[in-house]
Structure formats: C-alpha cells, structure tokens
C-alpha cells in the first residue's frame, strides 16, 4: 500500500497567518492516465471531512482561494494564507492513483 | 443540496454482523460511483469500500475483504454496507460518501454514524 506522511502532526498559528502543511508519499502518484490524484480535506470539530483541492492544485466548489496546493511525484504541499477561525481542524490528505486509496495521518491546525 | 444520510450503527458484539444503510438525495444517485470511508475513535481516515453506478464492480481494501459487501439500489438512492464477522478493530465512525470518479476522489460525505464492536 502507499504509504502517505504528513508533516507536522500539529500546526500551531495565528489568525492572519500563512501555514503550509506537506504530504508525502511512498511512491509517484502520477497514474497511467497522466493525472496526479492528490487531494485535500479538512475536518473541522465535530464535522465529516470537507474536500478543499482535488488533483494537487485544484479548488473544490466554494473553497476560498486562500487555499492552495502544490507539488509532483511524491511530494505535495497545501498552503493556507490568511488563516480564518473555520480554517481550524486535521487536514487530511488523499492518493487515488493506487488501489487501496490511502489517507495521511492528518494535521491538526491550532491557534497559538 | 447533496445529501447523505447514514444510518444503522450501534453497538455489536464481536463476530455478528450489521447492516449500514446511506440516504442520498440532491443529485442523481446512479450517476455517481459511492463508497464508504472510516475513522477508528481519534484516529485518521480509511477507505472501506466502493461500488461503481450499476454495482457490478466493488472494490475494497484488504482489511475488510471478504468480511464486508458494499451494495446499492439506484431505484431507492440507497447505498448500503453489510458488515459481517465484525472485530474490536472495526469500531469507528462509517462515512457515506460520494465519489467523484472523473476526480478519483470523495466529493460529498454524510454526517457519519458510529459502530462499536464490544462484548
């Protein structure tokens, strides 16, 4: 299976802020198809998760664009800008490009 | 609105099965490939199961194959997901979510109802 690492585990910062939270993974996500499935969810308290970029760079219906992903291969990078209050809760990321698609073990954004 | 609505979660006890039942509703339902997506109390995310717009292929990873079946009635817009030989390790919240095949990925979950294997 891919293994998929996300680094910090805890994200501490400051409303107004900028983060940027990577993933990585145990192989290239690029598929046969020439496509890159990554993707990005947040999972605010008590929520399910809500999917933020699709396809490593692509924001979802609704998703500010505060929020931005990048990267190729193996290594990926969510960056948030502005950090809002509903911004707070575990970022997950997602390969789909190997069967069993894998999740990250999450970041946890938090006010310092 | 998309909307999933799960339901049939409860306590089990270990080795008996249950049934999970998702509600869709605001798109086409036979349109869309669904799948069910897990997280273990504290814990990350996992895939558990997808079934494509007739049902005639499904996928699972290997902790559950063979143990659970991910079913659907598109006259209903009903997806189900039948749990059998349950283990302490399959306590978790189940997710029902839709999965955007073109995207390969979950583009609308429920709200997510829990199980809990125990004697």
């Known amino acids: 299976d891919v293994l998929m690492t996300q680094t910090p585990v805890s994200l501490p910062v400051s409303l107004g802020g900028q983060v940027s939270i990577s993933c990585r993974s145990s192989?290239?996500?690029?598929?046969?198809?020439?496509?890159?499935?990554l993707h990005w969810y947040l999972q605010k308290p008590g929520q399910s998760p809500q999917l933020l970029i699709y396809?490593?760079?692509n924001r979802f219906s609704g998703v500010p664009d505060r929020f931005s992903g990048s990267g190729s291969g193996t290594d990926f990078t969510l960056k948030i800008s502005r950090v809002e209050p509903e911004d707070l809760g575990v970022y997950y990321c997602?390969?789909?490009?190997?069967?069993?698609?894998?999740f990250g073990g999450g970041t946890k954004l938090e006010l310092k | 609105e998309v909307q999933l609505v799960e339901s049939g979660g409860g306590l089990v006890q270990p080795g008996r099965s249950l049934k999970l039942s998702c509600a869709a509703s605001?798109?086409?339902?036979?349109?869309?490939?669904m799948a069910w997506v897990r997280q273990a109390p504290k814990k990350g995310l996992e895939w558990v199961a997808t079934?494509?717009?007739?049902?005639?292929?499904?996928y699972y990873p290997d902790s559950v194959k063979g143990r659970f079946t991910i079913s659907r009635d598109n006259a209903k817009s009903s997806l189900y997901l039948q749990m059998n030989s349950l283990k302490s390790e399959d306590t978790a919240t189940y997710y029902c979510?839709?999965?955007?095949?073109?995207?390969?990925?979950?583009?609308?979950w429920g709200q997510g109802v829990m199980v809990t294997v125990s004697s």
């Open positions: 605001g798109f086409t339902f036979s349109n869309y490939y």
């Open positions: 079934i494509s717009t007739s049902g005639s292929r499904t």
């Open positions: 192989q290239s996500l690029v598929h046969s198809d020439g496509n890159t499935y």
């Open positions: 396809r490593v760079s």
């Open positions: 979510a839709r999965q955007e095949e073109q995207l390969r990925t979950f583009d609308y």
């Open positions: 997602l390969q789909s490009t190997h069967f069993p698609w894998t």
